[in-house]
């Protein structure tokens, strides 16, 4: 049987052997992206591609999303071209996973009300398709099917949606982009220590900013891994992967990631100590944590001190400058907010989200999720984007109430939404999909 749904997946023996393929899909992901650095060829990602098509076709619901969301954090090194353009494989593969989703799910009850706040706010970007070339058209075409795959992957997974699993697989593809990242920055500089501000670590996702992004998310996204194993032997690796993940944010030299990091760990701090009953563990890595970054600033001061002193120089040396500060998003926001105001049309309704910054004509993105939300669908597009986000919100609440969540599961969507207002966030297919694994995170966390 070529397609199957979760049911079929876990009454099979297959699924005892999950550990086995998770493994698998590791060390064969893993391989081909790194083997990438080595290959002037582009043969290795059409390999992976076929490997990971095979794997969405018989694996599961939560597999397909985890095999997808391992994906993300290595986006810039996992694409092949198309004439003059590059095609991240991953928007191929939403459109895959799609179109299982759809053979083996649809026949199932699926809320009409719901479903309809999803259907509008594909349609209401499809309106803008006049404004578009053939390939503004290409691209709507994979940015739809983003859309459509996360809002029936969170209505079908609600019952066999395992978030262990999908977390690990998230773990491990940040850990593949770090390590892709670590060959190609030696390979380049011969040093992690540049010792200039302008050279930053971006791992395998191809822009230092998201880069930092993937990390915090799975920074934080490892206290859930902690509340919920008791193992002796993982309680100990978890503080030293949550250190080396933040070390290597820390050389993205991205000052939102310190401003985020810094005020979260703080946040962390003040509820584990309000309420050590529910944290024991988390007290526990934080302790063991605390015990490591010391020691580690101990034995490497001078690195410590010079990694640091680079990283300031990025607020110091613009204090008088607020363009050089936020890297000149000052004035592309002003460039929009005129471009908005100078017509009530486009303030309504928007102009589209394909290439909108070269139809604007500031040639520049806006970097900030509220500006580029006003920009390309309008006022009215931006109340329906707010809708479809509840949608998802009320899907996975059906597992628990919001006020039951606690603080320590906002933190990877805390994460997000503040980094999403220094970068691009609607055009890129892998926004829906982090949307949906950070809700997740929020009822799942214990």
């Given at each position: 049987?070529?397609?199957?749904?979760?049911?079929?997946?876990?009454?099979?023996?297959?699924?005892?052997n999950?550990?086995?393929?998770?493994?698998?899909?590791?060390?064969?992901?893993?391989?081909?992206?790194?083997?990438?650095?080595?290959?002037?060829?582009?043969?290795?990602?059409?390999?992976?591609l076929?490997?990971?098509?095979?794997?969405?076709?018989?694996?599961?619901?939560?597999?397909?999303?985890?095999?997808?969301?391992?994906?993300?954090?290595?986006?810039?090194?996992?694409?092949?071209?198309?004439?003059?353009?590059?095609?991240?494989?991953l928007?191929l593969?939403?459109?895959?996973?799609?179109?299982?989703?759809?053979?083996?799910?649809?026949?199932?009850?699926?809320?009409?009300?719901?479903?309809?706040?999803?259907?509008?706010?594909?349609l209401?970007?499809?309106?803008?398709?006049?404004?578009?070339?053939?390939?503004?058209?290409?691209?709507?075409?994979?940015?739809?099917?983003?859309?459509?795959?996360?809002?029936?992957?969170?209505?079908?997974?609600?019952?066999?949606?395992?978030?262990?699993?999908?977390?690990?697989?998230?773990?491990?593809?940040?850990?593949?982009?770090?390590?892709?990242?670590?060959?190609?920055?030696?390979?380049?500089?011969?040093?992690?220590?540049a010792?200039?501000?302008?050279?930053?670590?971006?791992?395998?996702?191809?822009?230092?900013?998201?880069?930092?992004?993937?990390?915090?998310?799975?920074?934080?996204?490892?206290?859930?891994?902690?509340?919920?194993?008791?193992?002796?032997?993982?309680?100990?690796?978890?503080?030293?992967?949550?250190?080396?993940?933040?070390?290597?944010?820390?050389?993205?030299?991205?000052?939102?990631?310190?401003?985020?990091?810094?005020?979260?760990?703080?946040?962390?701090?003040?509820?584990?100590?309000?309420?050590?009953?529910?944290?024991?563990?988390?007290?526990?890595?934080m302790?063991?944590?605390?015990?490591?970054?010391?020691?580690?600033?101990?034995?490497?001061?001078?690195?410590?001190?010079?990694?640091?002193?680079?990283?300031?120089?990025?607020?110091?040396?613009?204090?008088?400058?607020?363009?050089?500060?936020?890297?000149?998003?000052?004035?592309?926001?002003?460039?929009?907010?005129?471009?908005?105001?100078?017509?009530?049309?486009?303030?309504?309704?928007?102009?589209?989200?394909?290439?909108?910054?070269?139809?604007?004509?500031?040639?520049?993105?806006?970097?900030?999720?509220?500006?580029?939300?006003?920009?390309?669908?309008?006022?009215?597009?931006?109340?329906?984007?707010?809708?479809?986000?509840?949608?998802?919100?009320?899907?996975?609440?059906s597992?628990?109430?919001?006020?039951e969540?606690?603080?320590?599961?906002?933190?990877?969507?805390?994460?997000m939404?503040?980094s999403?207002?220094?970068?691009?966030?609607?055009?890129?297919?892998?926004?829906?999909?982090?949307?949906?694994?950070?809700?997740?995170?929020?009822?799942?966390?214990?």
């Amino acid at each position: 049987m070529l397609f199957t749904n979760d049911t079929l997946i876990m009454s099979h023996p297959i699924k005892t052997n999950a550990s086995m393929f998770f493994f698998l899909d590791i060390v064969i992901i893993g391989g081909c992206i790194l083997g990438k650095l080595f290959s002037p060829s582009n043969l290795i990602i059409y390999a992976l591609l076929c490997y990971l098509i095979m794997r969405l076709l018989f694996t599961s619901l939560t597999s397909n999303f985890a095999l997808l969301l391992l994906l993300v954090p290595n986006l810039g090194s996992t694409f092949i071209y198309v004439g003059s353009s590059s095609i991240p494989i991953l928007n191929l593969l939403i459109c895959v996973a799609l179109l299982k989703l759809c053979l083996t799910s649809l026949h199932h009850f699926v809320n009409k009300k719901l479903l309809l706040v999803a259907i509008i706010f594909v349609l209401y970007e499809w309106i803008h398709i006049f404004y578009y070339d053939v390939k503004g058209i290409a691209l709507l075409v994979s940015w739809s099917a983003a859309v459509l795959y996360v809002f029936l992957i969170a209505i079908y997974s609600r019952s066999t949606y395992n978030h262990e699993t999908v977390l690990k697989y998230f773990l491990a593809g940040v850990g593949i982009s770090i390590i892709y990242g670590l060959l190609n920055f030696y390979n380049m500089y011969g040093t992690l220590l540049a010792n200039n501000p302008t050279i930053r670590f971006k791992g395998a996702a191809g822009d230092s900013n998201y880069f930092s992004m993937y990390i915090m998310i799975s920074m934080f996204g490892l206290l859930y891994l902690i509340n919920k194993n008791n193992s002796r032997w993982r309680q100990s690796i978890y503080p030293i992967l949550f250190i080396v993940y933040g070390a290597f944010g820390v050389l993205s030299l991205s000052r939102m990631f310190l401003l985020v990091v810094s005020f979260l760990m703080l946040l962390m701090v003040i509820k584990v100590f309000t309420s050590l009953k529910g944290n024991r563990k988390i007290l526990w890595f934080m302790i063991i944590t605390f015990l490591f970054i010391a020691s580690f600033f101990l034995y490497f001061s001078e690195e410590v001190h010079s990694v640091f002193s680079l990283f300031f120089s990025r607020f110091t040396d613009f204090l008088e400058d607020p363009s050089g500060l936020t890297s000149n998003r000052n004035i592309i926001a002003e460039k929009y907010f005129d471009f908005i105001v100078a017509d009530f049309w486009s303030m309504l309704v928007g102009i589209g989200i394909q290439e909108y910054y070269i139809r604007s004509g500031v040639f520049l993105e806006t970097h900030n999720i509220l500006l580029e939300l006003l920009v390309v669908w309008g006022l009215v597009g931006f109340i329906i984007f707010v809708l479809f986000i509840c949608v998802i919100f009320k899907i996975s609440a059906s597992k628990r109430k919001i006020s039951e969540t606690s603080i320590l599961g906002w933190l990877p969507i805390i994460c997000m939404a503040v980094s999403y207002m220094s970068i691009n966030a609607m055009s890129n297919e892998s926004f829906f999909i982090l949307v949906f694994f950070a809700i997740n995170h929020i009822y799942e966390f214990d």
